[in-house]
T-cell receptor
């Protein structure tokens, strides 16, 4: 059974610092990995999707890497801003492509 | 605007009552999902449907029921058999071959 872990559970950084968020998974037979952002009381917003054949994806200040062999993905957010404060979740889709397994999320606070 | 609409946003239920949460999408996605989110826990899959008139149980289906009579709609009924229904419920859909998942804004159910 796939297990997805995100450590740390919470992170606080000063504005301008780069953010590094970690996601690890136990089964390397994945279809894709997706990073989401969730604001309090809201749904999830898709940030980046990495297919199993890809090593990384970039969107603006966001960059996500994927290392299937070690079961890890990292989300980098450059030059953090207070508006980046949210919970970030990663989710892995199994090789069959029909079910996602979510990590518990990392709650980020960027202090002005 | 294309997206996923969940209603109601907030719902209160007395013990012993069934309630139905609505989920509608206009993204022309084949697959739809229902997740439950509890404080301090990751998202857990309740039911999913990959095609009209077909659906599968997720990890925590007991006490819930769904239907998929139309491609755009995937309502979730929380029955009186669900022992701890107070939670935040999220509907999602995916399609287009990438497997990218898109979420609605969620419905918060409180049992009085």
């Amino acid at each position: 059974k796939q297990e997805v872990t995100q450590i740390p559970a919470a992170l606080s950084v000063p504005e301008g610092e780069n953010l590094v968020l970690n996601c690890s998974f136990t089964d390397s037979a994945i279809y894709n990995l997706q990073w989401f952002r969730q604001d309090p009381g809201k749904g999830l917003t898709s940030l980046l999707l990495i297919q199993s054949s890809q090593r990384e994806q970039t969107s603006g200040r966001l960059n996500a890497s994927l290392d299937k062999s070690s079961g890890r993905s990292t989300l980098y957010i450059a030059a953090s801003q207070p508006g980046d404060s949210a919970t970030y979740l990663c989710a892995v889709t199994g090789a069959a492509g029909n079910k996602l397994t979510f990590g518990g999320g990392t709650r980020v606070l960027v202090k002005p | 605007d294309g997206g996923i609409t969940q209603s109601p946003k907030y719902l209160f239920r007395k013990e012993g009552q069934n309630v139905t949460l609505s989920c509608e999408q206009n993204l022309n996605h084949d697959a739809m999902y229902w997740y439950r989110q509890d404080p301090g826990q990751g998202l857990r899959l309740i039911y999913y449907s990959q095609i009209v008139n077909d659906f599968q149980k997720g990890d925590i289906a007991e006490g819930y029921s769904v239907s998929r009579e139309k491609k755009e709609s995937f309502p979730l009924t929380v029955t009186s058999a669900q022992k701890n229904p107070t939670a935040f419920y999220l509907c999602a859909s995916s399609g287009g071959g990438t497997g990218e998942l898109f979420f609605g804004e969620g419905s918060r159910l409180t049992v009085l």
